[in-house]
């Protein structure tokens, strides 16, 4: 068996050798509607409790105490009385159930159901969902669920040996849920709506904002602060509905103003940057520190007529390898193109980047907020 942990020990150093060049990269233009959302139009989050059954055995056992108790309690509904003790099955699994109350939705509609184990259940593959009541925050029955589960993965075998892909204890009900009550949802107030940006930007609000009142006249749209811009509903010479004046705002182009930002996670070596960032002019040296351990498993047998035992041993090896520092000066850039391509020369992999574009931000040299995940 060989184990091999990559210690990214490198030497980061970065040297500002000339002032700063501010520069952009070019923007495209995006809808309003991708940009913004309307206040008052939301989901609602539904969760409920329920039984899957009809499952192969790959069900809650004893040790899933309410399991028990909840199949007790509907037998007890159906007319048979039997004790929670007295049942052991495994064709059973407890599940929580949730799904969302789009807006707008109207009773009879139907919605996407997320089922998932609840207990120690192997698998949900082949079960079927009883009937699930889901509430609300509120606390209130929104909807309800029923039907057979589509699991993505399965699990056969015992717990000695078997087969396993993906996650086999969750599962979906497409259109599953069948909505009883719905909730009002009121977009335009006091004669406004209010649209909230995904991305709080100034300049973003701004332009939306001068957009709008440019394709509908006059000053119906005022960018308030960084996320929030008022359209008048009522006035204007086209005297739109409130649902025609959306449409035609949503449509509108608008060029996002985006910051200048890098994005990196450690755990899984992943690095973004985003088309604003820029970089001064900088040497950087790095090294690669790899460690790789190798375990051999023997067993140790004695000699035949023999007192002794039989036992297990594993011999491990260790080999480490350091690359060699190569100090490379990074030219000034302007655009990410150029900051990718330099750090690119370097020959670093995606977690030397990290650690070199953290070196940098220190420094100074990286024009932009590094924010690590």
């Given at each position: 068996m060989k184990h091999r942990i990559a210690f990214p020990a490198f030497f980061a150093l970065a040297i500002v050798l000339?002032?700063?060049?501010?520069?952009?990269?070019?923007?495209?233009?995006?809808?309003?509607?991708?940009?913004?959302?309307?206040?008052?139009v939301r989901s609602n989050p539904l969760v409920g409790y329920g039984l899957v059954v009809g499952l192969a055995q790959s069900g809650d056992t004893r040790r899933s105490a309410f399991t028990a108790q909840s199949l007790s309690s509907l037998l007890k509904r159906m007319g048979l009385n039997i004790k929670p003790d007295k049942l052991d099955v495994t064709n059973t699994a407890a599940v929580m159930v949730t799904s969302e109350l789009e807006p707008?939705?109207?009773?009879?509609?139907?919605?996407?159901?997320?089922?998932?184990?609840?207990?120690?259940?192997?698998?949900?593959?082949?079960?079927?969902?009883?009937?699930?009541?889901?509430?609300?925050?509120?606390?209130?029955?929104?909807a309800l669920a029923q039907g057979p589960i589509i699991v993505g993965g399965f699990d056969h075998g015992n717990k000695s040996s078997g087969l396993r892909r993906n996650v086999p204890t969750v599962g979906r009900i497409p259109q599953g849920a069948m909505i009883e009550k719905t909730v009002r949802a009121e977009f335009v107030r006091d004669g406004k709506i209010l649209l909230s940006l995904k991305e709080s930007d100034f300049t973003t609000a701004n332009r939306i904002a001068g957009k709008?009142?440019?394709?509908?006249?006059?000053?119906?749209?005022?960018?308030?602060?960084?996320?929030?811009?008022?359209?008048?509903a009522n006035g204007g010479e086209e005297n739109l509905s409130p649902v025609a004046l959306l449409a035609k705002i949503e449509a509108l182009d608008v060029i996002p103003d985006h910051?200048?930002?890098?994005?990196?996670?450690?755990?899984?070596?992943?690095?973004?940057?985003?088309?604003?960032?820029?970089?001064?002019?900088?040497?950087?040296?790095?090294?690669?520190?790899?460690?790789?351990?190798?375990?051999?498993?023997?067993?140790?047998?004695?000699?035949?007529?023999s007192y002794g035992n039989t036992e297990k041993m594993e011999n491990e090896t260790f080999q480490v390898e350091e690359g060699s520092n190569a100090l490379t000066v990074v030219p000034q850039t302007t655009t990410v193109d150029d900051l990718v391509k330099a750090l690119n020369a370097i020959g670093a992999s995606p977690r030397d980047l990290i650690a070199i574009l953290q070196a940098l931000k220190a420094t100074g040299a990286l024009n932009g907020e590094l924010k690590v995940l």
């Open positions: 000339a002032f700063l060049l501010p520069g952009f990269a070019p923007a495209q233009a995006a809808r309003i509607k991708e940009l913004v959302e309307i206040q008052g707008f939705q109207s009773t009879g509609d139907r919605a996407d159901v997320l089922v998932s184990a609840l207990g120690n259940a192997r698998s949900l593959e082949g079960g079927t969902l009883l009937m699930t009541p889901l509430k609300g925050a509120d606390g209130n029955v929104y709008i009142n440019e394709a509908l006249g006059g000053e119906r749209a005022q960018a308030v602060n960084s996320g929030t811009i008022f359209v008048e910051p200048a930002r890098i994005v990196v996670n450690e755990r899984t070596g992943t690095v973004v940057v985003g088309g604003n960032v820029t970089l001064g002019p900088a040497a950087v040296a790095h090294g690669n520190l790899d460690v790789a351990i190798q375990t051999a498993k023997e067993v140790s047998q004695p000699a035949a007529l």
